[in-house]
């Protein structure tokens, strides 16, 4: 059954509502997390991290939005200092983002363009730094959960993404935290097809999700994520709702 399906199992189980926070970029995984995740389990908060990404304008917009939608509370946390260490594309506006295709996408491996892709976007121990962070909250508002959008399509060149690194925060949560905060990724398993036709089956909000490294008035779709992104959406026969919304 693995991670997600065994503490889904528990959650349906529990008599009692189960709470989470939730880690809210609104990108397209993390939207998706959410609305599976609002399913079963009270979501008490949304956090969005500013760490001087490209986007965080857009993301913070729209992640605020997103939680409108939802009726929960959303809180912006600032990470300047990340920012300061940070020399990848992502942070650094002096270095070129890359541009792909969809040939480029392999969606069940990696190639030396994605993984190339991944190296110059990377942030230094971004997702443990979030986690942590987000471990605290959880703790101090007697949440059992964290919920994120990790995948196993990113997972190929993002190994903070990955089931291995789940459950090994799951057990460094163990020690850190008194009630034993778990992380809870409803995609784990998933490519982003998946996650789109599973987005779209629980109406997860996806016209207010944004993907783009950039945060320009419309997404580029020339970045990685991007194009997995139309990739995805494409593969699901369907039209991305955030470019039907503006008029794309």
Known sequence: MGNTGKLFQKIRDSELKMKAITLLSSGLDSVAALAIAAES???EMALTFDYGQRACRREIEYSRKVCEHFGIEHRVIKLDW???????????REEEVPALSLED???AAPTAITEA????????NRNGVMLNIAGSFAESRGCDYLVVGFNEEEAG??????????????HAFSYSTQNGVRVLAPLIKLGKT???KKALEVKAP???SWSCYHGEETPCRKCESCVRRARAFKNAGVKDPLL???GI
Not at 82 to 92: G, K, R
């Open 194 to 196: 998946e996650i789109v």
């Open 82 to 92: 990340l920012a300061e260490i940070t020399h990848t594309s992502l942070v650094n």
């Open 105 to 107: 996408i392999d969606e």
């Open 157 to 170: 060149t993002f190994p903070d993404n990955s089931l291995d690194y789940v459950e090994a925060m799951d």
């Open 117 to 124: 892709s991944a190296k110059a976007v990377w942030v230094p």
């Open 206 to 208: 996806l016209e207010y």
């Open 244 to 246: 039907e919304r503006s």
């Open 41 to 43: 389990l009270e979501i």
